[in-house]
């Protein structure tokens, strides 16, 4: 099973961190959003990864997808 079809990673609401005014005026926000990782288990439910698990899934997920995309598979 790949990365692609293991994991599943959703990003929570956007959070404002902090909002900086400007000489100009203009208001600039710093935003971040929640990343959860969770692990496809062989009976359909999933399980929340942490910590470390969570980092080595992240990246297994992102090298899966950028493979994916320079294969040319996403082409359209």
Request: charged content about 30%.
């Amino acid at each position: 099973m790949s990365p692609l079809d293991q994991f599943i990673v959703g990003y929570g609401p956007e959070v404002v961190q902090d909002l900086v005014v400007l000489e100009d005026g203009c208001i600039e926000a710093v935003t971040t959003r929640e990343i959860r990782v969770y692990e496809k288990r062989p009976d359909g439910s999933l399980v929340e990864l942490f910590d470390e698990a969570a980092d080595q899934a992240l990246e297994a997920f992102w090298a899966s997808v950028n493979e994916f995309n320079s294969n040319g598979e996403n082409d359209r």
